[in-house]
Structure formats: structure tokens, C-alpha cells
């Protein structure tokens, strides 16, 4: 019996520390951020298995959603601006740094969050974003050496699983992993043909992100 007693009054003690998210919340997270791409692109004079493809990079991440009803979510993500490297692989005149460019891809979802009766809150995710390429610049000893490259601005879903756990006076520690449909038109100038042309470039990042955050 007392064992019962115990366990139904630590039960309730749960319960009720442990309250869903209300509408009107605000959650402001920051952390470290990092893109991770999955797709390349192929330059028209690129021989057979050749491709360019941008490496990882990592940034301050910072997300914050505003609590629609107390299950429905919007939220947005936003970054410090990543650095990636462009690398080509048996493409153009050879493999090697092709050149950087810089990045941030503003991303705007509506989330639902499960209620699961404790500190533990996980979402999902589904929305639009957008990347914005800047600061293009080819490697002075790479394989665009004296030329320059310029890559469009993107549009494309994505999609995020989250969690939060939350801690004392309103504090939070968190995950994200985003997924990103990020397509550019990437356009080489400078080098006489074959080598200037537009070509795409697909990259299609997982986007991994360690946060601690606040609720207000």
C-alpha cells in the first residue's frame, strides 16, 4: 500500500511539473549548427564521374518558435553565415579547391509538438527555405584559377524533427535535424570556353543542430 501511495504521489508530482506548451509561448534556442550536403553537380565540361559538391561547414545556429495553439507551432531557423568549401572531383581541369562561397539559409516552419505528459517535448516540422549564396571567390591556385563563379539564390521545402527537454525556470536543452531542398545555378565566368557555362548544382544538406534555449 505504501508502495502504491508513493508511487501514484511521484506520478502526480511528474504530472504536474511537467506542463504542456501553452499558446503564446515563445522558445528561443541557440547552439552549434552544421550542413552537411548530399548532392553535387556536374559541369558541362566535366569528363564521365566528375562533379562539383560543397563540403560541411559549421555556424551558430539559432531557432525560435512561437506556440500558435498549445500543439501547433511556427517556427524559424537562422544562422550565423556558414563558410563551405567547392570542390571538384575529375571535373573541369582537374580535382581539387575549386573555390567558397558563404551562405544563409533562412528557414520558416509550422510544427506540431507532441504532447508526452513530461519534460520531454518532441516535434516535426514542414516548410519553406530560403539560401542566400554570398561572398563567391575561386581558389587562387584551384581549378577556376582567374575566373569567377556566382551562385543563384534557392527556394525549396524542408523538412525537421526536434525535441526540447525542459529544465528549471524555464530553460531548455534541445536537438534539430533538418533536412533541405537547396538547388543554385552556379555560373562561371572568366576562363574562355569550355570552362565558362551555368550549370546546377543540387545540395540538398541534413542540417544537425545542439541547442540550449529559453522559454518565455
Do not use: C
Amino acid at each position: 500500500m505504501k508502495m502504491r501511495i508513493a508511487t501514484t504521489l511521484l506520478a502526480t508530482l511528474i504530472a504536474t511539473s511537467a506542463q504542456a506548451w501553452q499558446a503564446g509561448d515563445v522558445l528561443l534556442r541557440a547552439g552549434a549548427a552544421g550542413v552537411y550536403p548530399t548532392g553535387d553537380g556536374t559541369h558541362p565540361a566535366a569528363g564521365p564521374g566528375a562533379n562539383v559538391e560543397a563540403d560541411s561547414a559549421w555556424s551558430l545556429g539559432l531557432t525560435g518558435t512561437y506556440m500558435a495553439t498549445n500543439n501547433i507551432g511556427v517556427g524559424l531557423l537562422a544562422a550565423w553565415p556558414f563558410k563551405h568549401d567547392i570542390e571538384t572531383k575529375g571535373a573541369l581541369a582537374g580535382t581539387g579547391d575549386a573555390g567558397e562561397t558563404k551562405h544563409l539559409p533562412p528557414t520558416v516552419t509550422v510544427q506540431y509538438h507532441f504532447d508526452t505528459g513530461s519534460n520531454l517535448h518532441p516535434f516535426v516540422g514542414l516548410g519553406i527555405n530560403y539560401t542566400n549564396f554570398f561572398s563567391e571567390e575561386t581558389n587562387p591556385g584551384g581549378v577556376l584559377s582567374g575566373g569567377s563563379l556566382k551562385l543563384d539564390d534557392s527556394w525549396g521545402l524542408a523538412g525537421e524533427l526536434g525535441v526540447d527537454y525542459e529544465l528549471q525556470n524555464d530553460w531548455l536543452v534541445g536537438a534539430q535535424v533538418f533536412y533541405i531542398d537547396i538547388d543554385t545555378d552556379a555560373t562561371v565566368t572568366g576562363l574562355g570556353a569550355p570552362l565558362d557555362s551555368t550549370f546546377n548544382v543540387e545540395i540538398d544538406p541534413w542540417v544537425f543542430m545542439v541547442s540550449v534555449g529559453k522559454k518565455f
